[in-house]
């Protein structure tokens, strides 16, 4: 119990949302921020919760000023499994939430008024993250179930693709429904300038990805998965053919062949990163 309590030490809260705070003060909606700050911390220790639980390392609970980020210093080589609860562990919090404040309103400690308010607030921030949009844990959801057929790198590159494809259509609707509307817009635009950089850093989370692999620490492997590839291929185009909860074998030319991990070794370790496969395995 007492490791969950400790959890409250990495929540952190962005500068910015003080001066929305300060705002909302001056115009009189403070106790609307109240209730969205309340309903998106929860929810954000809800996913953190969860990652404790399965000994994932947390970096910071981060509250913005339009949302949330459990920020976790794992490259995906935990179980897909394991993420999944975790994700999952956000949006339910939304339930639990919901029958409590009618257990509130039912004992006279809120008003209608508020319990309808703290409804509308609980569903939207409910379903807007669950759109399949990266961050949000829709987008997640995406990324996971892609990658439970695709490589690593290729999971996420189509993850971000389509999540731009998603918000552009969103957007494009929300054009027509509300085209003023200023929260929206700095929303969407928060999610395009994430999207952006995220495809920016596709290679290196690539990398990270691998380094874990390398040193050792991938777990919840489940399978072993053979990799068909050229002699005249380059090391690295065979890695971007790894995947998560697999261990891999790699065939060269139908003939050789060699294991990941003394890939992995010959990448990081030899520095070896241009090589071409029949290179590494004539070598060996």
């Known amino acids: 119990m007492i490791k969950y309590v400790r959890l409250l030490g990495k929540v952190r809260i962005h500068p910015l949302f003080w001066l929305v705070a300060g705002i909302a ?48 210093d794992e490259h995906g080589n935990r179980p897909i499994f394991e993420e999944l609860i975790i994700v999952a562990a956000g949006p339910l919090q939304h339930i639990w939430l919901a029958a409590g404040a009618v257990l509130l309103e039912m004992a006279g400690l809120i008003t209608m008024e508020s319990l309808l308010l703290f409804h509308k607030f609980n569903l939207m921030i409910f379903l807007f993250n669950l759109l399949p949009v990266w961050p949000l844990d829709g987008g997640k959801f995406l990324y996971l179930l892609l990658s439970a057929r695709n490589p690593f790198l290729r999971a996420l590159k189509k993850t971000l693709i389509s999540s731009v494809i998603i918000l552009s259509v969103i957007h494009l609707a929300l054009i027509i429904a509300a085209p003023f509307n200023l929260h929206i817009w700095i929303i969407l635009l928060y999610l395009y300038l994430i999207l952006w950089l995220e495809w920016k850093q596709v290679r290196y989370v690539f990398m990270r990805f691998l380094l874990e692999r390398y040193y050792g620490k991938q777990l919840g492997i489940k399978r072993l998965e053979v990799i068909e590839a050229r002699g005249n291929d380059f090391i690295y185009q065979a890695m971007e053919k790894f995947q998560r909860d697999c261990k891999h074998l790699i065939h060269v030319d139908n003939d050789l062949s060699m294991d990941e991990n003394e890939m992995l070794h010959v990448y990081f370790a030899k520095k070896q990163v241009n090589a071409r496969l029949k290179e590494i395995v004539s070598s060996d």
Do not use: D, N, Q
């Not at 403070?30 to 209730?35: M, P």
């Not at 399965?54 to 970096?59: G, V």
């Open 25 to 72: 003060i001056l115009t009189g909606y403070f106790w609307e921020l109240s209730i969205l700050f309340m309903i998106v911390f929860i929810h954000e220790l809800g996913h953190a919760a969860a990652a404790l639980f399965f000994s994932w390392k947390i970096k910071r609970i981060l509250i913005l000023p339009f949302g949330g980020a459990c920020e976790v």
